[in-house]
């Protein structure tokens, strides 16, 4: 054999070894390496005591996923947060209610919020992934889509935990002398928000909020401009799963599954519009659909975000009242 041949093939073989590895290691063990993100941010009144709040996402459950239960069944212990924020695609199986159960009961009294992803209507199918390198899968109306799961027993479950339902609405709690507007949209990548919904629920609830928080499930523009416009504090997003699957130490994602930008596709960045900026959280998210078992430089997570107040120079805002 022509040396030429012999180190193609060789460097064939090695390559083949490398795509081992990495399958190994992306299925095998990264999406077992659940991972606590904590950021502080300083968007409360000057004066205001410190809230944590626990931002969960695209669980994806499966009934027999007892690693990602224990896991997150742990989070109220080491985190105590004083509020929840879910923004779906909690289910990844027609049982997977089961699994949800067993891993969010300790967080019950905790006030909270969530919104819907299609997953917690409708059980994941298999797909080619490589689809997802040529843009976001396409939405399904609203005529096409039948809902394959109980819904409203997940709903009923997160409910009796203390969270809200803010599908294309909003509502209000209060925590610590401090009042916490929560308002948003049902899925956006199956086109099921309602954002002027969402907004006028907002401005029903009238003035006096202390944060103003804006909850999709899928960031899409669209919705984080109108939250944005509608004078959201924070926006609080899921379902891109942080890519899933990245190039190590690159900044932005291979892919999202929306259409917002790469490079925001995981972790906290800030969103603009209209001459605006307010900080994003996008959640990696806690687990992957049971048709595609793999995490490659792109640990599953939870993001704890720690409110802090602004400065008295930053905000004309007094301190809340109690």
């Not at 742990?74 to 509020?83: H, N, S």
């Not at 997953?119 to 394959?148: C, M, W």
Request: neutral net charge; charged residues 20%; hydrophobic residues 40%.
């Amino acid at each position: 054999m022509r040396p030429a041949a012999q180190t193609a093939l060789s460097a064939l073989g090695a390559l083949g070894a490398v795509g081992v590895a990495a399958g190994i290691w992306g299925i095998g063990i990264e999406r077992y390496l659940f991972t606590l993100r904590q950021h502080e941010l300083e968007v409360l009144p000057p004066g205001s005591p410190s809230l944590t709040v626990l931002h969960l996402s695209d669980a994806h459950m499966a009934p027999w996923q007892h690693r990602k239960q224990r896991w997150i069944a742990d989070i109220a212990d080491r985190v105590q947060p004083d509020l929840v924020v879910n923004t779906g695609d909690n289910l990844g199986h027609p049982d997977g209610l089961r699994g949800v159960r067993a891993a969010f009961a300790p967080l019950r009294g905790v006030p909270g919020f969530f919104v819907h992803g299609s997953n917690d209507k409708v059980a994941p199918s298999a797909r080619n992934p490589i689809k997802y390198l040529f843009g976001p899968s396409g939405p399904q109306s609203h005529e096409s889509f039948t809902p394959s799961l109980d819904t409203d027993a997940l709903d009923e479950y997160l409910t009796g935990l203390g969270e809200t339902l803010i599908d294309n609405t909003a509502a209000s709690v209060r925590v610590g002398g401090i009042r916490i507007d929560g308002f948003g949209v049902d899925d956006a990548h199956r086109d099921f928000d309602d954002l002027g919904a969402a907004e006028e629920a907002l401005r029903s609830l009238g003035d006096g909020a202390h944060v103003r928080l804006g909850v999709t499930h899928a960031p899409y523009r669209r919705v984080l401009d109108a939250f944005t416009d509608a004078g959201a504090d924070l926006l609080i997003g899921g379902h891109t799963h942080g890519g899933q699957v990245r190039i190590p130490f690159a900044k932005k994602a291979l892919v999202s599954n929306c259409d917002i930008p790469l490079e925001k596709a995981r972790g906290l960045s800030s969103w603009t519009h209209a001459g605006r900026t307010v900080p994003l959280n996008v959640s990696a998210g806690l687990g992957h659909s049971i048709y595609a078992p793999v995490r490659f430089a792109c640990r599953p997570e939870a993001s704890v975000l720690i409110l802090r107040a602004r400065r008295a120079l930053d905000s004309p805002d007094g301190p809340p009242a109690g």
